[in-house]
């Protein structure tokens, strides 16, 4: 069973902080993505990876940087909380970038910024 | 126009009716359409999968894409109380594109 794992289920951050956020997948994945979700907005890509140390932008990389230093883990780093950033994030890996291959979510982030 | 058009509901319906979700798009170069399905506090899981024009069929659930018309639709038949959730479509152009979302359709069946 293909398993996608994110380090918090729930935080809270000042403005201001630096945040991290883990992903880990356990199935060889080469690609990897995070995405936010918000309500009205859908869900809207950041970034990803398709493969080691590479990464892209999605449609809203600003203010967010990415790392991705073994293969199994992808990391979302938030350099500077802004209140903005208050959202739901997913993870999701998979073996291609679009169709050919389903993506596998995990079970997301609820990150509060005060 | 936003690529992907989809309806966010919420659609509210009583058990054993059939559903129909929708998504329209305006670009015609997107190939493979999938749905997810999303529960309250869980991340989405891919429900169906389709290239290109079709239909696909799934239990209760079906999936058509009408490529001439830009427009998938998703049915589910004898809806159950445990098909209460987000529904979102996806789409991409190839298979080494990202996914585009629409922006989810929250679906609720009452028992």
């Known amino acids: 069973d293909v398993k996608v794992t994110q380090s918090s289920r729930y935080l809270v951050k000042r403005t201001g902080e630096k945040v991290f956020l883990e992903c880990v997948q356990d199935m060889d994945h080469e690609n990897m993505f995070w995405y936010r979700q918000d309500p009205g907005l859908g869900l809207r890509l950041i970034y990803f990876s398709y493969d080691v140390k590479m990464k892209e932008k999605g449609d809203i990389p600003e203010g967010y940087s990415v790392s991705r230093e073994k293969k199994e883990r992808f990391s979302l780093i938030l350099e500077s909380a802004s209140t903005n950033q208050t959202s739901m994030y997913l993870c999701?890996?998979?073996?291609?970038?679009?169709?050919?291959?389903?993506?596998?979510f995990g079970p997301g982030t609820r990150l509060l910024v005060l | 126009q936003k690529e992907v058009e989809q309806d966010p509901g919420p659609l509210s319906v009583p058990e054993g009716a059939i559903v129909s979700l929708n998504c329209t798009y305006s670009?015609?170069?997107?190939?493979?359409f999938m749905w997810y399905r999303q529960y309250s506090r869980k991340g989405p899981e891919l429900l169906m999968y389709?290239?290109?024009?079709g239909n696909k069929e799934d239990g209760r659930f079906t999936a058509q894409v009408d490529k001439s018309s830009k427009y998938i639709s998703l049915f589910i038949r004898d809806s159950q109380p445990s098909d209460s959730a987000t529904y979102l479509c996806a789409m991409s152009y190839s298979g080494n594109t990202p996914l585009v979302f629409g922006k989810g359709t929250r679906l609720s069946v009452i028992a």
């Open positions: 670009n015609s170069a997107f190939q493979y």
């Open positions: 389709t290239y290109s024009s």
């Open positions: 999701a890996s998979s073996f291609f970038q679009g169709a050919r291959e389903t993506q596998y």
